[in-house]
């Protein structure tokens, strides 16, 4: 894609994968009409960036609190995939930093592609071994003894020769169970598909609604009991809720912070997680570029303090997130044209570009988290998508 800028306005019509989020009713009845992809050599604020796009085709978001924010009411919505910020280049570099992409109402004939099965066709490398891996759990471990960080999150890669059409593939992997943001979103030369079962921000009535996810443990009765019982997770996890809560403070009305659920457990293909709703009335004049400012990128991927735990991990992670631990959703409207927004956080998240595919996978790191079980739960995250995007098979 271009260097120069973004690349904006060209048309491709019908579609035969869903983005995340986009509603039941309008599946059969969406068409592409525009898109934004930005990568950050291009320059420039991703946020404003995504926001005056929205806004030239008639989603205009600068306050929540206002009137109906829908002035285009042929508009859908718009899929939207933001990247985090890092300073490691990205192991699959056509995805841009920043895709949106606008659909209108418009019956869909769906696409007849001329396509042969894709599959991974060869063994996973990561980006790191088990031992360092587990070496850089030890090394977050000191930052946190020297009172540098909290928590913080680690994420790791995998990548693995990919050949053929990927559309079964990562419908596969948008279909897991659990998967609340399962859906497809590509260009010309590259594929994102999520399995996420998290919420980054929901915005729907005037009130924002986040619900991190921390804690994981395999889905079997004593899986489950273990997670309940553990002092480390629970400790961890309210850590971050405690995050969020600051996040959503910034750009709530005064004294509408709360907490509706904490540490509920809930089910994720083959894993238990334990998952808490945050949630709070947005203070007027609070629009879509100072909301996600305030919660992007998401706590449970970065850690505490959320500034001081990205530059620990960007230290010691071996590549950069790419589209991984970031937002993907869908950004629309009511029925009475007021803005809504669904962004999931863009764990159990895969890409395939140049063909290869890639996935990450990390876990939130504290002073009593034990190496090597570090490693096995990462593992055990990517597993489901390795097999989804094998075709079911076992994946090395």
């Not at 750009?251 to 997680?273: H, M, N």
Request: hydrophobic letters at 40%; aromatic letters at 6%; charged letters at 20%.
């Amino acid at each position: 894609m271009s260097t120069l800028g973004p690349v904006v306005g060209y048309r491709r019509g019908s579609v035969d994968l869903h983005p995340p989020g986009l509603p039941t009713a309008c599946r059969a009845y969406i068409w592409e009409r525009s898109r934004l992809e930005w990568h950050s050599r291009d320059g420039g604020d991703p946020l404003r960036l995504l926001c005056d796009f929205l806004a030239s085709h008639g989603v205009q978001i600068s306050d929540f609190s206002g009137s109906p924010s829908v002035t285009d009411r042929s508009v859908c919505g718009a899929a939207v995939l933001l990247s985090p910020p890092s300073v490691t280049a990205s192991p699959a570099p056509a995805v841009p930093d920043l895709a949106a992409v606008v659909y209108e109402h418009r019956h869909s004939v769906g696409m007849e592609v001329a396509r042969r099965p894709g599959a991974v066709t060869g063994p996973w490398t990561p980006s790191w071994t088990p031992e360092e891996h587990a070496a850089a759990v030890q090394a977050v471990r000191e930052a946190i003894a020297r009172g540098d960080v909290y928590v913080v999150n680690l994420v790791g890669h995998a990548s693995a020769p990919f050949s053929g059409d990927p559309r079964e593939a990562l419908a596969r992997l948008a279909g897991l169970p659990g998967a609340k943001y399962g859906g497809v979103l590509h260009g010309d030369d590259w594929w994102v598909a999520s399995a996420s079962p998290e919420t980054l921000v929901e915005v729907a009535g005037g009130r924002v609604t986040t619900r991190p996810i921390k804690g994981t443990r395999p889905a079997t009765p004593e899986g489950r009991a273990e997670l309940l019982a553990s002092a480390k997770e629970r400790a961890e996890h309210v850590m971050i809720v405690d995050l969020e809560r600051n996040d959503l403070g910034r750009v709530a009305r005064t004294g509408s912070v709360r907490v509706d659920e904490l540490f509920a457990i809930r089910r994720w293909s083959g894993l238990w997680q334990a998952e808490s709703t945050v949630s709070a009335e947005l203070r007027d004049g609070v629009g879509l570029a100072e909301l996600l400012a305030a919660v992007w990128p998401g706590g449970s991927v970065t850690g505490a303090p959320k500034r001081a735990a990205v530059e620990v991990a960007g230290r010691l992670e071996p590549v950069g997130r790419g589209p991984s631990m970031g937002a993907f959703g869908w950004i629309g409207h009511d029925h009475t044209g007021r803005a809504s927004v669904d962004l999931g956080l863009s764990i159990r998240t895969a890409a395939i570009s140049a063909n290869r595919a890639h996935l990450w996978a990390g876990g939130g790191i504290v002073w009593d988290s034990d190496p090597r079980a570090e490693v096995a739960e990462a593992a055990a995250k990517t597993a489901p998508l390795k097999r989804a995007l094998s075709g079911g098979r076992a994946a090395g």
